[in-house]
């Protein structure tokens, strides 16, 4: 696992210098959600009925994306650079290769801890400090989610998770993103909607974000660009949860859906592992399916 810090930060004059986006997963994911992303959101104002202009950006969030190289968690909060400019945020990351990972308990109360230290720092040589410290003190993500939880989890969304399949696969809506409930623990939550869709085929790249505290998050089949990132201040009012929204489903994603939970709640694990030799890594499979149906 690799970690970095970047963003804004009360000891900097401006956008931080990078500490520790030493990976190529690392330095794409700035470029997508920080720079792209973020940055698009800013000049576009696209959060001007949520925030005034030149108000500092509540930022509360995180993030999580998933792919066939691996993952990146990110927490993102509120902050300013020397001069005050308020507008971007203080993003601390970890990016790991094995999706197991993400069964942990230990990733999010861990990225909470480095976020507020680094929120606190009060020079940008204690921040190095800092990141060096993490890096060299990674957490050991071990554990497996319960599968109790998962299928009493699945068993309460039953028919928002037949709702989510209408709405992104082929057979139904053919979206690209849509927005789900969270409960009480939404990172473990995030990561059983992903590995939910992850069952069904539908892509190669997930990604959800979700504001701390709130009930629900926006989850899209891309990674962290401007699109998903345009409603990160949206209420349910103005986005409603997709889980609720009485769509005509028909009989083949009805089908299509229910097997594809039956398999997810069977599985051993939230993530599948390489398929059997000859056959090709379950990945390799979802591209090419996901890339047929595109071109489709």
């Known amino acids: 696992m ?36 973020l940055g698009g959101c800013v000049a576009r104002s696209v959060w ?46 970890l990016s790991g290769a094995e999706l197991r990972d993400l069964e942990s308990p230990h990733l999010w109360p861990w990225l909470e801890r480095q976020a507020a230290a680094a929120r606190a720092a009060e020079t940008t040589e204690r921040l190095e400090q800092i990141c060096a410290a993490a890096a060299a003190g990674l957490p050991v993500l071990s554990g497996k989610a319960s599968a109790a939880a998962r299928r009493a989890w699945a068993e309460r969304n039953r028919t928002g998770l037949e709702r989510t399949a209408h709405a992104l696969s082929p057979q139904g809506a053919g979206g690209n993103r849509v927005r789900v409930p969270l409960q009480d ?15 069904l085929h539908l892509a190669p790249v997930f990604t959800v974000v979700w504001r701390v505290g709130a009930r629900w998050g926006d ?43 039956a398999e997810w709640l069977a599985a051993p694990a939230l993530f599948p592992e390489p398929a059997a030799a000859g056959a090709g890594p379950f990945w390799q499979r979802l591209a090419r399916d996901f890339r047929s149906w595109w071109h489709s």
């Open 2 to 37: 690799h970690f970095g810090i970047f963003g804004k930060q009360p000891s900097a004059a401006d956008h931080l210098e990078d500490l520790g986006l030493a990976t190529a997963a690392l330095t794409a994911f700035k470029r997508d959600f920080y720079v792209e992303g």
């Open 48 to 93: 001007s009925e949520a925030v005034p202009a030149g108000a500092p950006i509540p930022y509360d969030h995180c993030l999580l994306t998933v792919s066939a190289e691996g993952w990146v968690a990110a927490r993102f909060v509120a902050s300013q650079d020397a001069t005050g400019r308020a507008q971007f945020p203080l993003v601390v990351c």
């Open 185 to 199: 623990d939404a990172g473990a939550e995030a990561v059983w909607w992903i590995s939910y869709l992850v069952q």
């Open 219 to 261: 989850l899209a089949l891309t990674p962290p660009a401007t699109a998903l990132l345009q409603t990160l201040f949206a209420s349910p009012d103005q986005v409603p949860l997709t889980t609720g929204v009485p769509f005509s489903i028909s009989e083949e994603t009805r089908r299509y859906a229910a097997a594809a939970l």
